[in-house]
């Protein structure tokens, strides 16, 4: 089947000409309040007599605005499509004092917004099979969900799903590291704080990302991130990463009970993933196709060409079947 996608040569002119005209009108955009009385922002479109719906968990410090491209490839591919902003990013409500922290106080918190989505927003609304695509962090939210609702999405797809992150780390050394780290916090009397060496907002030049190899779609995303300054995240608190530590064991120990059809894409060239560490989950999962993309970077929604087109067409080929 062919498919048709958007292309970075002239990315600019077709956000401008197309893809944003077509934000203002089609794309709905709300909140509903989730767990702790927190804000999640959410956007949603669906064409006339879609194949089937697409539920989107996106990655750590990421918002819905940074996927208007995919979204506007999947609609016009015929798929309807719903997304939400996690607690703690996005334009959803932060949970500490200082915007520019990573947190979250589980991981558990992420898939009661995603259930509570589905149930009031997505399912009122949906058309056809009901599918799950994930990139990163949102992969690990994806799979804790497999995990609690097995029949919740037909399939699923994970991009790049956080099963484990570098730098690795000895379990013992990184038990240590946070344990001083939330004894600090408690110390302190604070409600969170940056792990070592992290810090508030940084935009990398180009050259200096390890995210993708298109210039062009890196410029869009920081250009994004600095017009709409409520959307920049900065590096994980100490409470994030104990939570995602919990979670990405649980998903380890528990990976053979993840029954849903599911195909997943790891970047090759990954600098964020652990790629060993998430290749030997994924082994364990029993209804799995693992696709490897080479030399692709982490960001496979906006890679270079070459490497988003190959991953797309895997997705949606894999949805079709």
Not at 298 to 321: G, V
Request: net charge neutral; glycine share 6%.
């Amino acid at each position: 089947m062919t498919w048709r996608f958007t292309s970075e040569t002239n990315i600019a002119d077709i956000f401008a000409t197309k893809i944003n005209p077509f934000w203002q009108q089609c794309v709905t955009q709300d909140k509903f309040i989730g767990k702790g009385k927190v804000a999640v922002h959410y956007a949603w479109c669906a064409p006339d007599n879609a194949k089937a719906t697409i539920v989107i968990s996106s990655g750590r410090i990421e918002s819905y605005l940074k996927y208007k491209e995919l979204i506007f490839d999947f609609f016009n591919n015929g798929y309807a499509i719903f997304i939400l902003d996690h607690r703690g990013q996005g334009l959803s409500d932060r949970m500490t004092k200082d915007r520019h922290h990573g947190y979250v106080a589980h991981f558990d918190d992420y898939v009661e917004d995603l259930l509570t989505f589905v149930d009031t927003v997505v399912t009122p609304n949906q058309q056809g099979e009901r599918y799950l695509v994930c990139h990163s962090m949102g992969g690990a939210i994806g799979a804790l969900t497999l995990l609690r609702k097995p029949n919740l999405f037909s399939k699923a797809v994970l991009a790049a799903p956080m099963f484990g992150i570098k730098p690795v780390l000895p379990d013992w050394l990184a038990s240590s590291l946070l344990q001083v780290g939330l004894g600090v916090n408690r110390l302190r009397r604070k409600d969170s704080g940056y792990f070592f060496g992290q810090t508030g907002y940084v935009s990398l030049p180009f050259a200096l990302n390890k995210l993708t190899h298109s210039q062009s779609r890196y410029r869009l995303f920081r250009a994004l991130y600095d017009e709409e300054k409520v959307l920049q995240l900065g590096g994980v608190t100490t409470e994030w990463l104990s939570a995602a530590k919990y979670a990405m064991d649980l998903i380890r120990d528990n990976a053979q009970h993840i029954s849903s059809p599911m195909l997943v894409l790891s970047a090759d060239r990954d600098h964020i993933i652990d790629n060993k560490r998430q290749r030997e989950v994924v082994a364990k999962i029993p209804n799995v196709t693992l696709e490897v993309i080479n030399d692709a970077y982490h960001e496979l929604f906006i890679e270079r060409d070459e490497l988003r087109n190959q991953a797309l067409t895997k997705i949606l080929n894999f949805l079709a079947e």
